[in-house]
C-alpha cells in the first residue's frame, strides 16, 4: 500500500489539545475518509473514491507527500522552502512495520506555508523528473503531483483564511 500523508484541520481554540494531543484531532481511519469507504471498518466496503471529509476539514496527498518534501526541501545548498514545513518527516523503520511521523503546525504558522505553496511554478514541478521520481511518464508524474499540489494549495489557503491550524500524518 505505501506511505501516504493525511492532514487534519482543526480550529484555533484547538490548539494545545492539537498540541499535546494530535491524535485527538485526526481520524481514527484516514485512509477510510481519503477513499470513501463504505461502511467504514466493515468486513467488505464499497470504495467510492469520493472523501468522507469536507475538504476544508482533511487533505489527502496519496504518495504526492514524497514529492512535494522534496520539491520544497534543501535543493543543491539553498534552504528549504517555507512550506517544507507542511511536508517534513519521515516514518520510523522498526523490526514490526513502521511508525508514523506526526506534526501539529499552529494557525499563526499557516499563512506562510499557504503562501509559499502558492508560488511554486511549473518550472519547479517540471524539475521533478530531474529530482529522481521516474515511477511514471515524466508528464504523467508532473500531472500527478500538479494534481496534489492543488489540493495542497486550496487547503492551505482555506485554513489561512479561517484562522485554523491542522495535524499532518506521514504514515
Same mark, same amino acid.
Given at each position: 500500500?505505501?506511505?501516504?500523508?493525511?492532514?487534519?484541520?482543526? $480550529?484555533?481554540? %484547538?490548539?494545545?489539545?492539537?498540541?499535546?494531543?494530535?491524535?485527538?484531532?485526526?481520524?481514527?481511519?484516514?485512509?477510510? $475518509?481519503?477513499?470513501?469507504?463504505?461502511?467504514?471498518?466493515?468486513?467488505?466496503?464499497?470504495?467510492?473514491?469520493?472523501?468522507?471529509?469536507?475538504?476544508?476539514?482533511?487533505?489527502?496527498?496519496?504518495?504526492?507527500?514524497?514529492?512535494?518534501?522534496?520539491?520544497?526541501? %534543501?535543493?543543491?545548498?539553498?534552504?528549504?522552502?517555507?512550506?517544507?514545513?507542511?511536508?517534513?518527516?519521515?516514518?520510523?523503520?522498526?523490526?514490526?512495520? =513502521?511508525?508514523?511521523?506526526?506534526?501539529?503546525?499552529?494557525?499563526?504558522?499557516?499563512?506562510?506555508?499557504? =503562501? $509559499?505553496?502558492?508560488?511554486?511554478?511549473? $518550472?519547479?514541478?517540471?524539475?521533478?523528473?530531474?529530482?529522481?521520481?521516474?515511477?511514471?511518464?515524466?508528464?504523467?508524474?508532473?500531472?500527478?503531483?500538479?494534481?496534489?499540489?492543488?489540493?495542497?494549495?486550496?487547503?492551505?489557503?482555506?485554513?489561512?483564511?479561517?484562522?485554523?491550524?491542522?495535524?499532518?500524518?506521514?504514515?
Amino acid at each position: 500500500m505505501g506511505i501516504r500523508y493525511y492532514a487534519f484541520a482543526f $480550529d484555533r481554540d %484547538q490548539t494545545e489539545q492539537a498540541l499535546s494531543d494530535p491524535d485527538n484531532i485526526m481520524s481514527d481511519d484516514p485512509l477510510a $475518509d481519503a477513499w470513501g469507504l463504505v461502511p467504514r471498518r466493515a468486513m467488505a466496503s464499497t470504495i467510492t473514491g469520493v472523501q468522507t471529509l469536507p475538504q476544508r476539514d482533511m487533505l489527502y496527498l496519496d504518495k504526492a507527500w514524497r514529492h512535494l518534501q522534496v520539491l520544497t526541501g %534543501q535543493l543543491d545548498d539553498s534552504a528549504a522552502r517555507p512550506a517544507y514545513r507542511m511536508f517534513e518527516g519521515e516514518v520510523t523503520w522498526t523490526e514490526r512495520g =513502521h511508525r508514523r511521523w506526526v506534526r501539529t503546525l499552529r494557525p499563526g504558522d499557516i499563512p506562510e506555508i499557504a =503562501h $509559499d505553496l502558492s508560488a511554486i511554478g511549473a $518550472d519547479e514541478l517540471a524539475r521533478l523528473p530531474e529530482l529522481g521520481f521516474g515511477h511514471r511518464d515524466p508528464q504523467e508524474e508532473i500531472s500527478y503531483v500538479g494534481h496534489f499540489l492543488g489540493r495542497a494549495r486550496a487547503f492551505m489557503t482555506t485554513l489561512a483564511e479561517d484562522g485554523r491550524g491542522m495535524v499532518y500524518t506521514i504514515g
